[in-house]
């Protein structure tokens, strides 16, 4: 016996009006989410000019108000999305991150001076017209009918079987590749952020259900898996944030976006799939569609990225002269040298010359 039945036709305009309900909302989340990357941004940089980058695992951005600002606005974007997965299906809101994209690229041009090449418009019309597509052949999915439905939707073997793999990559990465690879390799922070916030989202739909159910007079409260579904979203919301601004501090926003948008996304609706069986009913062309709406979305994020300028954000201590080196020519003829602040021994005859390696 299925765990979720789909809707029946007459419940189907029903259905249309929560799916475009999570469609506006998710629209509204991605604008004030766009803009709260390049917020935090500014108020990262001012950190860093005055203390320790986020990057190298400093906090001073934590007294930077600007960098409150930025992380209200994304609250307020975070709440949109989160009501929006009360209404929609994973596979519809999360591809719509997307817009959040044009949003942050389009005021980094202006704002953050990473330059937006023409080229990016149509990153920007592709990401568009792909969110366009997934809107329109969205699945209809029921809402389940109590916290418990959720928790045997999460404990399928299928899924036990990915939560598992997630939390192993994502312990690999912060434990292994973070402390050694993470200056040079933005696959490691996104993938951190990226790996867990798909986890958060199945928890913040699980929780955003049950609150949606309580409020219609069908109390979730006294359930412990509404409880441990809040748990695991606010502890995967803390590290999401805590990577993300490693990855925002040491790499440009115009790389991270689109990556951190792909890797991210992919792993949701998989997750999703795998959870909430999304596309259980769905007609191949309409599972067709969504996918080539993704991908539309997806080849817009890598022309914006592959059309921006990368961040030359190298410390200015690269830039410091070493001391001059002094070349000298001993008595038997061989070659040595010294640094400046070295005592010459006698044996030594003559300068020959004096470099500076800048």
């Not at 001012?46 to 600002?69: C, D, F, I, K, Q």
């Not at 149509?122 to 916290?147: D, F, K, Q, R």
Request: proline share 4%; glycine share 8%.
């Amino acid at each position: 016996m299925p765990l979720m039945n789909r809707a029946p036709p007459d419940a189907a305009g029903g259905l249309f009006a929560a799916n475009l309900k999570g469609s506006l909302l998710a629209v509204a989340s991605s604008a004030f989410i766009g803009v709260s990357f390049i917020v935090k941004k500014k108020g990262l940089r001012r950190a860093g000019a005055a203390g320790s980058r986020a990057g190298v695992g400093g906090y001073g951005y934590l007294l930077e108000p600007l960098w409150w600002v930025g992380m209200v606005t994304m609250l307020i974007g975070e709440i949109a999305n989160f009501v929006a997965y009360m209404f929609a299906p994973a596979v519809l809101v999360t591809p719509l991150g997307a817009l959040s994209i044009i949003v942050s690229a389009v005021l980094a041009h202006f704002i953050l001076n990473e330059k937006l090449q023409r080229m990016g418009v149509l990153g920007c019309v592709l990401c568009i017209v792909g969110s366009t597509v997934i809107i329109l052949h969205a699945p209809e999915e029921e809402t389940p009918s109590s916290v418990e439905q959720i928790w045997n939707l999460a404990t399928q073997p299928a899924f036990l079987c990915y939560a598992a793999f997630a939390l192993v990559a994502s312990l690999i990465l912060m434990m292994h590749c973070a402390p050694r690879y993470g200056q040079t390799n933005i696959a490691v922070y996104v993938g951190i952020c990226s790996v867990i916030g798909s986890l958060t989202v199945m928890s913040i739909k699980a929780v955003g259900i049950a609150i949606k159910l309580t409020i219609e007079g069908i109390n979730q409260a006294g359930y412990f898996q509404t409880w441990l579904f809040a748990t695991v979203s606010a502890i995967c919301i803390i590290i999401q944030l805590v990577y993300l601004n490693k990855a925002l501090d040491t790499f440009n926003t115009a790389v991270v976006s689109p990556i951190y948008y792909a890797m991210f996304t992919s792993l949701t609706i998989l997750a999703s799939a795998i959870m909430f069986k999304d596309w259980s009913g769905q007609s191949a062309s309409s599972i067709a569609s969504e996918i080539c709406g993704f991908l539309t979305v997806l080849s817009g994020t890598v022309v914006l990225h592959s059309t921006r300028e990368s961040d030359q954000t190298i410390s200015p201590d690269l830039y410091t002269p070493l001391p001059p080196i002094y070349w000298h020519i001993q008595g038997n003829g061989e070659t040595a040298k010294q640094k400046e602040d070295d005592l010459l021994s006698a044996d030594f005859i003559t300068v020959v010359r004096q470099d500076y390696f800048v």
